[in-house]
Nanobody
Framework: QVQLVESGGGLVQAGDSLKLSCAAS????????MGWFRQAPGKEREFVAA????????YYADSVKGRFTISRDNAKNTVYLQMNSLKYEDTAVYYC?????????????????WGQGTQVTVSS
């Protein structure tokens, strides 16, 4: 079993930055890939970014490429999402997820465990 706890969400203005963290426990962190997804009000949950097990290969949705950066610290069992140049349309609940085994970065079914989410609100 893996437990994921997100933190770092909040209310910011357009153009600001915010860094989300996701702390994992319950299993060797380096065994699994990590992803961030988000869900805006009235919309389906969508892929944001992902990072693989140990080589640090990253993947991004086109909507955040160049603005968001995903990283991981295996020693701290934590994955981060640095969000720069935030836009109003980035407003959503952000979820981190862990994938053990076969991994397709943007496919939600690849992920075995999910956090509870953290709210990010960007005012225009």
């Amino acid at each position: 079993q893996v437990q994921l706890v997100e933190s770092g969400g909040g209310l910011v203005q357009a153009g600001d930055s915010l860094k989300l963290s996701c702390a994992a426990s319950g299993r060797t962190f380096s065994d699994y890939a990590m992803g961030w997804f988000r869900q805006a009000p009235g919309k389906e949950r969508e892929f944001v970014a992902a990072i693989n097990w140990s080589r640090g290969i990253t993947y991004y949705a086109d909507s955040v490429k160049g603005r968001f950066t995903i990283s991981r610290d295996n020693a701290k069992n934590t994955v981060y999402l640095q969000m720069n140049s935030l836009k109003y349309e980035d407003t959503a609940v952000y979820y981190c997820a862990a994938s053990i085994g076969r991994f397709t970065p943007s496919f939600q079914g690849s992920y075995n465990y999910w956090g509870q989410g953290t709210q990010v609100t960007v005012s225009s």
